[in-house]
């Protein structure tokens, strides 16, 4: 490899780590205040798994990726009999 190359490959898992080290202490963050009894989050376990909830605070969140069987039987067509 070139050392000219080694940027592709290197700095795309820097920002990757950046990325879910930023995940992780938000992650952290919202199950703190969850469990705080002062926190207006307290007992809305829905608030950790909200993407806004990440975003809102910097973190980036990928979405889950489906496979053609998912997308098939969500989209399967209904028949009347």
Do not use: N
């Amino acid at each position: 490899m070139e050392p000219a190359d080694h940027k592709r490959y290197v700095l795309p898992i820097i920002f990757l780590s950046f990325l879910s080290m930023r995940y992780d202490r938000r992650r952290a963050e919202l199950e703190a205040l969850v469990a705080d009894k002062k926190s207006d989050y307290f007992g809305d376990k829905k608030a950790i798994h909200d993407p806004d909830e990440y975003r809102r605070m910097g973190a980036f969140v990928f979405q889950k990726r489906h496979d053609g069987r998912t997308c098939a039987r969500r989209h399967r067509p209904t028949t009347s009999r």
